[in-house]
């Protein structure tokens, strides 16, 4: 069962430019997490908002989070061809020790 | 192991065989999990392993599949009667406990084709 959805499912830039991806999920969450995929390869884990959080950063990553829509953005700014990737959001499916379920992801091309 | 280990790497098999695809977890971790995913499309959970509780099985798609845990580390996911529907590639993952703030660990995949 799918919890995220993103939204774009693809997304091209060029180089610099800022990528902007959004999850929107269904149920009350604990956190949500957002993981990247290079092409045919194991997710990488990128960055982690709990419930309680609106916004966090990390280098060039920021996350927001609006628990009022069930919502979350990231943002990759100064963008550059290495993060042409797709990015995933995850969440738990309900309370407590339930499975990570991610969205369909969206597909970033970032043209040099 | 320093990451999650997944074999085979590749896998092509006849419609109607059996497959195995082993995965290794993180040393130490408890929690494990089996995705799939079809070409360009995102992460369908199949199962879930915490510690000795019951595995969630909910995400299996038909009773042709099955996966184990042996020991709370190696885990086997075994497709009986392959189809072709059935080629995707098959993500493993693990993390330290089933606590939901864990980041999760994923192998490389295995890739399966049912020809």
């Known amino acids: 069962s799918q919890q995220g959805e993103e939204d774009p499912q693809a997304l091209s830039i060029q180089e610099g430019e800022n990528a902007t991806m959004n999850c929107s999920y269904k149920?009350?969450?604990?956190?949500l997490q957002w993981y990247r995929q290079n092409s045919g390869r194991g997710l990488v884990h990128l960055i982690l908002?709990?419930?309680?959080?609106r916004e966090k950063h990390s280098g060039r990553l920021r996350v927001t989070l609006d628990t009022s829509k069930k919502s979350s953005s990231l943002l990759i700014t100064a963008s550059r061809a290495a993060d042409t990737a797709s990015y995933f959001c995850?969440?738990?499916?309900?309370?407590?020790?339930?499975?990570?379920?991610f969205g369909k992801g969206t597909r970033l091309s970032v043209i040099a | 192991g320093a990451g999650v280990s997944q074999s085979p790497s590749n896998k092509v098999t006849e419609k109607g065989k059996d497959v195995e695809l082993r995965c290794d977890p993180i040393?130490?971790?408890?929690?494990l999990y089996w995705y799939r995913q079809s070409l360009g499309q995102g992460l369908e959970f199949l199962i879930y392993?915490?510690?000795?509780?019951?595995?969630?099985k909910s995400g299996l798609p038909s009773d042709r599949f099955s996966a184990e845990r042996t020991g709370g580390s190696v885990s086997t996911l075994t497709i009986q009667r392959t189809q072709q529907e059935d080629s995707a590639v098959y993500l493993c993952?693990?993390?330290?406990?089933?606590?939901?703030?864990?980041?999760?660990?994923f192998g490389e995949g295995s890739w399966l084709t049912v020809v």
């Open positions: 149920t009350s969450i604990n956190n």
């Open positions: 392993f915490q510690g000795n509780s019951a595995p969630d």
């Open positions: 040393s130490g971790h408890t929690a």
């Open positions: 908002i709990r419930s309680n959080e």
């Open positions: 995850a969440t738990r499916l309900g309370a407590g020790n339930t499975p990570l379920v």
């Open positions: 993952a693990s993390s330290p406990t089933g606590f939901p703030g864990n980041t999760i660990y």
